[in-house]
C-alpha cells in the first residue's frame, strides 16, 4: 500500500497553479499552526502551487468577501484547536529582544515608569499616575472573579474605591504601601498555585515604583492562567456543540467560495480509484472493502475514507495542496508522518538487528528496550535539513554491532564476527535508502496496523500489531491513537459532504 501512497503522490507533482480563494484559506489557516510549522517548514505547500481540479468554474471574489471569509476560517480553527488539541495552552507574548518592537516597547514603559517616579518623588507627591495604576489593578482583579466571588468583590470595591483614594491623596492621607499590601493579599488568594512564589516575592520589595511594575508583571501572568482556566473549562461543552459549529462554518465558507470542496473530491476520487483497481490488494487486511474483480462490487464508502486518511500519511506536502476539510488539522498529519517514517527506519534497523542476533538476545526485553532508546536517540533529528541519514546509519550500526556484541558475552555467546559485523552494518545501512526491502516491509505493516486500527476503533480488543512490529508497538500504537482521534472526529463534521462526494464517484464506476 506504501508504494502506491507514494505513487499517487509523485503523480500529482508537476501540476502548477492555485488561485487566490485557496491561498487565501491556507493563509487563514496557517496562524493556528505556527510552532509545528517552524519544524516541518520544507515540507511545507505554502511556497508551491498546485493546480486546482476544474469542478467548479471560477468565481471572483471581492477583498472584503475574502478577509470575512479568512475570519470565519480563522473562529473555526481557534474552536478546533482547542477541542482537539488537549494541550492547548494560550502563552504569553514574548517579542524577539532584539526586534524594534520590543525596544519600542522598552523605551515607551521606562518612560512612564521614569514619570510615575519623578510624580511620587515630588513634595508633596503626585498621585494622579498612580491612581490610574490603581483603577487598571481594580478593574483586573475584578475580572479574575467568579459570579460567587460576592465577598471579595465587595472587598476589592471598598478598599479600591478610586474616589476615596483621590480624596486621602488631596488630603495628605494616602498610604500607598498600604494599598499595596491588599493588592498582594488579594493577587495570593486569586492566583495559581503555580504564580504563588511570584506574589510572596512581591511582599519583599520596598519601593513604590518597582513594586507597581512587578504586580503588573505577575497580574499579566495571572491573566494569561485565567485564559486557560476559561478555556479548559469550556472544552467539555464546546466539544458537544463543535462538530456542529465547524460543520456549519463550513457550510458558510462553501456557499462563498463554492469551490471549497474540489481537492477533497480530487483525493477521494483517487482513494476511491485505487480500491478499485485494487493497486493496494497485498497492503490491506482481508475485509477491507476492495473490489476483487471487475464484477465485483464496489467498494464500500468506509473503507473508501479510511483509506483517503491513510493517504494524508504518505502526501506529498511540496508539491500537493491539502484537501480543504482537513487542511486545519494539516500540521498534525505531518507530524504523525514524520513519526512514522522515523518509526519505519527504526523498526527497520532492529528487525534487522534481531534477525542476526542469537535469540536468546533477541528475546530479551531489556535489551531490546536498550538498543530501541540507542537507535532512538542517533534518530532524533532525522527531519531536520542538516540531517544526513546515511552518516546516521553508519554511526547506529557501529553502536548496534557493540551493543549486541556486549550482550552476547555476558549471555554466554561469542560474539559477533567480523564477517558478520560487515554483514549488519552493512544491512543497516542499506536500509537509507526508501527501496530497501526490509524497510518497505516495515512500512507496509505500519499501514496496514493503521488501516485496521481505524477499521476497528470502536471494537475491543484493539487489533495485535503485525509480525515485526513488535518493537516499535509501543510508540506505534501512540500515533495510531492520535491518528485515530483525528479521523474520527473529521469524520464526525464532515462526513455529510464525504457521503454526498462518494455516492457520486461510486455510481461512476
Given at each position: ?291 476483487g474483480s471487475e464484477d465485483s462490487p464496489r467498494p464500500d464508502p468506509a473503507a473508501v475514507q479510511n483509506y483517503a486518511y491513510l493517504k494524508l500519511l504518505k502526501w506529498d506536502h511540496l508539491h500537493r495542496l491539502f484537501p480543504e476539510t482537513v487542511l486545519m488539522d494539516r500540521s498534525r498529519f505531518q507530524e504523525l508522518q514524520l513519526q512514522l517514517e522515523q518509526l519505519t527506519v527504526l523498526g527497520a534497523v ?157 455510481a461512476r464506476s
Amino acid at each position: 500500500m506504501s508504494e502506491n501512497l507514494d505513487k499517487t503522490n509523485t503523480n500529482e507533482a508537476g501540476k502548477s497553479k492555485s488561485n487566490d480563494s485557496e491561498q487565501g484559506l491556507e493563509d487563514a489557516v496557517e496562524g493556528s499552526d505556527g510552532a509545528l510549522q517552524k519544524k516541518i517548514k520544507s515540507g511545507s505547500p505554502s511556497t508551491q502551487r498546485v493546480q486546482r481540479p476544474h469542478s467548479s468554474p471560477p468565481r471572483f471574489v471581492t477583498v472584503e468577501e475574502l478577509l470575512e471569509t479568512a475570519k470565519g476560517v480563522t473562529n473555526m480553527a481557534l474552536a478546533h484547536e482547542i477541542v482537539v488539541n488537549g494541550d492547548f495552552r494560550i502563552k504569553p507574548v514574548e517579542l524577539p529582544e532584539d526586534s524594534l518592537e520590543k525596544r519600542v516597547k522598552d523605551i515607551v514603559h521606562k518612560a512612564f515608569w521614569d514619570c510615575l517616579s519623578v510624580q511620587l518623588s515630588e513634595d508633596p507627591p503626585t498621585y494622579d499616575r498612580a491612581i490610574k495604576l490603581v483603577g487598571e489593578i481594580k478593574e483586573t482583579l475584578l475580572s479574575f472573579l467568579l459570579p460567587g466571588h460576592t465577598r471579595l468583590r465587595n472587598q476589592i470595591t471598598e478598599v479600591l474605591d478610586l474616589d476615596l483614594i483621590k480624596q486621602e491623596a488631596e488630603n495628605g492621607a494616602l498610604d500607598i504601601s498600604k494599598l499595596a499590601e491588599f493588592i498582594i493579599g488579594i493577587m495570593g488568594t486569586l492566583c495559581a498555585p503555580v504564580r504563588d512564589e511570584e506574589v510572596n516575592k512581591l511582599k519583599d520589595i520596598k519601593e513604590i515604583v518597582p513594586l507597581f511594575r512587578a504586580i503588573f508583571s505577575v497580574l499579566d501572568m495571572m491573566k494569561v492562567d485565567m485564559a486557560n482556566f476559561a478555556v479548559s473549562s469550556i472544552r467539555p461543552h464546546l466539544m458537544q456543540q463543535s462538530v456542529e459549529y465547524e460543520r456549519k462554518q463550513f457550510q458558510e465558507l462553501l456557499e462563498k467560495q463554492p469551490n471549497s470542496l474540489d481537492f477533497v473530491t480530487q483525493w477521494l476520487e483517487e482513494a476511491a480509484d485505487d480500491l478499485m483497481n485494487q493497486k493496494y490488494r497485498n497492503a490491506l487486511p482481508a475485509g477491507g472493502g476492495a473490489a476483487g474483480s471487475e464484477d465485483s462490487p464496489r467498494p464500500d464508502p468506509a473503507a473508501v475514507q479510511n483509506y483517503a486518511y491513510l493517504k494524508l500519511l504518505k502526501w506529498d506536502h511540496l508539491h500537493r495542496l491539502f484537501p480543504e476539510t482537513v487542511l486545519m488539522d494539516r500540521s498534525r498529519f505531518q507530524e504523525l508522518q514524520l513519526q512514522l517514517e522515523q518509526l519505519t527506519v527504526l523498526g527497520a534497523v532492529l528487525l534487522v538487528t534481531f534477525s542476526m542476533a542469537a535469540p536468546g538476545i533477541s528475546s530479551r526485553a531489556d535489551f531490546a528496550e536498550k538498543l530501541k532508546m540507542i537507535v532512538k536517540i542517533l534518530l532524533t533529528d532525522m527531519h531536520q535539513p542538516s540531517f544526513h541519514l546515511e552518516d546516521a546509519l553508519t554511526a547506529v550500526g557501529e553502536k548496534v554491532c557493540l551493543e549486541v556484541s556486549n550482550c552476547l558475552s555476558l549471555c554466554g555467546f561469542s560474539p559477533l564476527t567480523p564477517d558478520k559485523e560487515v554483514v549488519l552494518k552493512g544491512q543497516i545501512q542499506a536500509v537509507a535508502s526508501s527501496d530497501n526491502p526490509i524497510r518497505r516491509i516495515m512500512d507496509s505493516r505500519i499501514l496496514t496496523f493503521l488501516e485496521t486500527h481505524l477499521a476497528s476503533s470502536h471494537q475491543k480488543p484493539l487489533p495485535t500489531a503485525p509480525g515485526g512490529l513488535g518493537p516499535v508497538q509501543k510508540e506505534l500504537e501512540e500515533v495510531a491513537v492520535k491518528f485515530v482521534r483525528l479521523v474520527n472526529y473529521n469524520k464526525m463534521v464532515f462526513s455529510p459532504y464525504y457521503d454526498a462526494i462518494l455516492s457520486k464517484i461510486l455510481a461512476r464506476s
